[in-house]
């Protein structure tokens, strides 16, 4: 049991160029998260997913974009990096709604991004 | 709007010693849970404990309590007998519908 994976753990990106983020739970989890973690900001949600086949903007989803086409995996695209996206960047999934209140998240080991 | 405020950037600990780190929020929703979450500096999020708005009681794990003040909605979280792997950044957490917001968390450095 895996828990929450995400691929790659580190990347270096040049202005203007694409990339993908990969991540994948094995909890079968339905709602599944993508946040960025900027110094003294906490962690601030990107994109989000209820279930498959759906997706959510959060607080900050300027320059980005997700899709969930399985389950297991959610998708994190950056169509033309900037540097203002240097990062790291971190996949959350949880159960639904637990007593009709968000349940616990739980965190892959986070993506290093810096885009010169 | 709904917020969780940590306002204390950084303590530091005596190993063996007690610290509390505070966060208050503000939300209007009757049901919902709390987190605590600790950032050590492999930068892995890992949960340290969870209470429930409905649950007077305080949650506990091991060395990790929290004293929850739903009236005044405050949730600090105590660390007592701290050790030196008790060293994190850590982050107080409020779903906010299918959403976690965080603070801006607590750096603890446990000194030897």
């Known amino acids: 049991n895996a828990g929450v994976t995400q691929t790659p753990k580190f990347r270096v990106l040049k202005t203007g160029q694409s990339m993908t983020l990969l991540c994948a739970q094995d909890m079968n989890h339905e709602y599944m998260y993508w946040y960025r973690q900027d110094p003294g900001m906490g962690l601030r949600l990107i994109h989000y997913?209820?279930?498959?086949?759906?997706?959510a903007k959060g607080e900050v989803p300027d320059g980005y974009n997700v899709s969930r086409l399985k389950k297991q995996n959610f998708l994190l695209g950056l169509e033309s990096a900037a540097p203002s996206q240097t990062s790291v960047y971190f996949c959350?999934?949880?159960?639904?709604?637990?007593?009709?209140?968000?349940?616990?998240?739980?965190f892959g080991p986070g993506t290093r991004l810096t885009v010169l | 709007a709904q917020t969780v405020t940590q306002s204390q950037p950084e303590m530091s600990v005596q190993e063996a010693e007690t610290v509390t780190l505070s966060c208050t929020y503000d939300t209007s929703e009757s049901n919902y849970y709390l987190f605590w979450y600790k950032q050590p500096p492999s930068r892995q999020m890992i949960l340290v404990i969870r209470q429930e708005a409905y649950k007077q009681q305080n949650a506990t794990e091991n060395r990790f309590s929290v004293n929850f003040q739903k009236a005044a909605k405050s949730f600090s979280l105590k660390i007592s007998d701290s050790q030196l792997g008790d060293t994190a950044m850590y982050f107080c957490?409020?779903?906010?519908?299918?959403?976690?917001?965080f603070g801006a968390g607590t750096t603890v450095t446990v000194r030897a």
């Open positions: 959350a999934s949880s159960y639904s709604r637990l007593r009709g209140a968000t349940d616990t998240q739980y």
């Open positions: 957490a409020w779903p906010n519908d299918y959403k976690l917001s």
């Open positions: 997913s209820v279930g498959e086949g759906t997706t």
